[in-house]
């Protein structure tokens, strides 16, 4: 069992930036690809960004690419999301996301372990 904690959500001013970080309570941690999806009000759940077990590898959303930057770091059993060049459109809760599949899995249904989630507001 993995369980899994967002912080750093909040508001934010179009055009800002703002980092996420999630935190597992596992050691087993490195065993997992990690993702960060989001879910807008009225939406469905969207694939965000993805990074490999070592961290060597990341896969992007085309809605996020060159915007946003995901990394981990297995010593702290911590991923993050830093997000720039935010835009209203991003506006959404975040959730962490463990599984045990390969890196370029988008799929809701592929993840084995979630977060709570966390609000990003981006106003205008």
């Known amino acids: 069992q993995v369980q899994l904690v967002e912080s750093g959500g909040g508001l934010v001013q179009a055009g800002g930036s703002m980092r996420l970080s999630c935190t597992a309570s596992?050691?087993?941690?490195?065993?997992?690809?990690m993702a960060w999806f989001r879910q807008a009000p009225g939406k469905e759940g969207e694939f965000v960004a993805a990074i490999s077990r070592n961290g060597g590898s990341t896969y992007y959303g085309d809605s996020v690419k060159g915007r946003f930057t995901i990394s981990r770091d297995n010593d702290k059993n911590t991923m993050y999301l830093q997000m720039s060049s935010l835009k209203p459109e991003d506006t959404a809760v975040y959730y962490c996301a463990a599984r045990d599949r390969p890196l370029s899995s988008t799929r809701v249904n592929d993840v084995d372990y979630w977060g709570q989630g966390t609000q990003v507001t981006v106003f205008s």
């Open positions: 596992a050691r087993t941690f490195s065993r997992y690809t």
